[in-house]
C-alpha cells in the first residue's frame, strides 16, 4: 500500500467559475459590504430554502447570534440546545448573556430530543435552537408543536445540513429562523460567511438593522439601537453564487462519497453509518460512522491514530457542549451524546474525491481496522 498521499477531510471544490466571479467582483470594485453578488446570494439563498428573504452575515455564528439578538433574547433568559453540537450554538446564546440550556439528543437521528426540549422548558426559557448535526435534520413538526404550544421562538442552526430535506421541504424553511454557515469545510462554500433565512418580515428588518450596526435605514449615522457589523462581503458572496450555481453538482458528487463508504465498509462490523429517519435527505456534510459498540469503549482514537499514520485525516464528533470548559453543567445528563462523542468518526469527505481515491482510502481503512484488531485493542 502506497501512503503517500494523504487524504484530508475536507477540501473545498473551486472550479473556474468562483474564479470568474471572485475577479469580476473584485474588478468592480465593489469588494466590501455592498453590490450585486451580495443580493443575488440573498436571492438564491431565500428562493432555495423557500423563505421569503435571506440576510447575509460574515459567518454562521453571527448569524445565530443575530437571530437570538433580533429576538430580543437577553440576560435571563433561558434557550434550550442540544449537547451534541459545535460550540457556536452555545457561544451564540452566551453573547445575549442569556443561558444555554443544555439537552439530550435521540440515538435514532443524533439531534435533539424533544422529549428532553418539553422536561426542559421552564418560566425562563424564549427559544429552542435545533442543530441539524452531520446533515440530518431535526425532528421539526415535533419541535414545532412544542414552540408554538409554550409561545417559543424555534431556530435552526442548519450550519451542516445545507442541501437536506425532510419531508421534502428544505432545511432552512422549518423553523422561525435558520442559519447557515459557509465555512471553509461546509458542503458550499464563501471562504468565511453565512446567512439566517426566515419568513419572518419583522424579525429580518431586526437582523439588517442589527448587522449594520443598528443604524436607522432612514438617516445615515443615527444609531438607535447597539448593533453590529456582521456583514457579508461582496467577495465572499460573489464566491458563494458559483458554489450555489455548482450547488447540486457539488452535493451529488459529496453525496458519491458518502455512499462508496456505507457500501464498501457495509461489511465492517467495527463501523456502523449514521442512521437516516425516514422521510429525511440528509445533507452530504461528512461521512460519519460509530466505532464499536453502544456503552463499550470505544477504540475510536486508536483507530483514528492507525488512519492517520496511513495518511487518512480523520475528525473525532464534537464533545457535548455540558462537558465543555466552557459551558460546563455537572447537572445537564446528556447519555447519549456522551456515547455519541467517544465513538463517532468523521472521514475524509469532498466532492474532489475520484474513484480511485475512495479505493484507496477504504483499502487503508480495512487496513486499519485489521491492525487495530490484531493488537489485541477490544473491539466489541
Ligand atoms: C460550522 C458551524 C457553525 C459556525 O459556523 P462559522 O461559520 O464557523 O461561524 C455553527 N453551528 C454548527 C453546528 C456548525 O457546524
Not at 450585486?36 to 421569503?52: F, H, I, K, N, S
Request: glycine share 8%; hydrophobic share 40%; aromatic share 6%.
Amino acid at each position: 500500500m502506497n501512503v503517500d498521499e494523504r487524504f484530508p477531510v475536507a477540501r473545498p471544490c473551486l472550479s473556474e467559475l468562483e474564479e470568474h466571479y471572485l475577479l469580476d467582483a473584485l474588478r468592480s470594485g465593489w469588494i466590501s459590504s455592498q453590490g450585486p453578488y451580495l443580493r443575488r446570494v440573498e436571492e438564491q439563498l431565500a428562493e432555495r430554502c423557500g423563505t421569503a428573504t435571506a440576510v447575509a452575515t460574515s459567518n454562521g455564528t453571527v448569524a445565530l447570534h443575530l437571530v437570538l439578538a433580533a429576538a430580543g433574547i437577553g440576560p435571563g433568559d433561558e434557550v434550550v440546545v442540544p449537547a451534541l453540537t459545535y460550540v457556536a450554538t452555545a457561544n451564540a446564546v452566551a453573547y445575549c448573556g442569556a443561558r444555554p440550556v443544555v439537552v439530550d439528543v435521540l440515538p435514532q437521528t443524533w439531534c435533539i430530543d424533544p422529549d428532553s426540549v418539553r422536561a426542559a422548558i421552564g418560566p425562563r426559557t424564549r427559544a429552542v435552537i435545533a442543530v441539524d448535526v452531520y446533515g440530518h435534520p431535526a425532528d421539526y413538526p415535533a419541535l414545532r408543536e412544542l414552540c408554538d404550544r409554550h409561545g417559543l421562538l424555534l431556530v435552526a442552526d442548519a450550519a451542516e445540513s445545507f442541501g437536506a430535506t425532510l419531508h421534502g421541504r428544505p432545511t432552512g424553511s422549518q423553523a422561525d429562523a435558520s442559519t447557515f454557515s459557509f465555512f471553509g469545510n461546509k458542503v458550499v462554500t464563501s471562504g468565511e460567511g453565512g446567512c439566517v433565512t426566515t419568513s419572518d418580515a419583522a424579525l429580518a428588518d431586526q437582523m439588517r438593522l442589527l448587522r449594520s450596526q443598528g443604524m436607522d435605514p432612514q438617516r445615515r449615522y443615527w444609531f438607535p439601537v447597539v448593533g453590529y457589523n456582521y456583514r457579508m462581503t461582496n467577495l465572499a458572496a460573489a464566491l458563494l453564487c458559483a458554489q450555489l450555481d455548482r450547488a447540486e453538482e457539488i452535493i451529488a458528487r459529496r453525496d458519491r462519497v458518502i455512499a462508496a463508504y456505507e457500501h464498501e465498509l457495509a461489511d465492517v462490523p467495527l463501523l456502523r453509518p449514521q442512521p437516516v429517519a425516514t422521510g429525511v435527505r440528509r445533507a452530504p456534510w461528512m461521512a460519519s460512522f460509530l466505532v464499536g459498540a453502544e456503552g463499550a469503549t470505544s477504540p475510536r482514537d486508536e483507530l483514528a491514530r492507525i488512519l492517520d499514520r496511513l495518511g487518512v485525516e480523520t475528525r473525532p464528533f464534537f464533545v457535548p457542549i455540558c462537558e465543555l470548559p466552557a459551558h460546563f453543567d455537572p447537572h445537564a445528563h446528556c447519555p447519549v451524546s456522551s456515547d455519541l462523542a467517544r465513538r463517532g468518526i468523521n472521514l475524509p469527505t469532498y466532492a474532489g474525491l475520484s474513484d480511485t481515491d475512495m479505493k484507496a482510502i477504504v483499502e487503508r481503512i480495512r487496513a486499519a481496522v485489521d491492525l487495530l484488531e490484531s493488537s489485541g485493542t477490544p473491539t466489541a
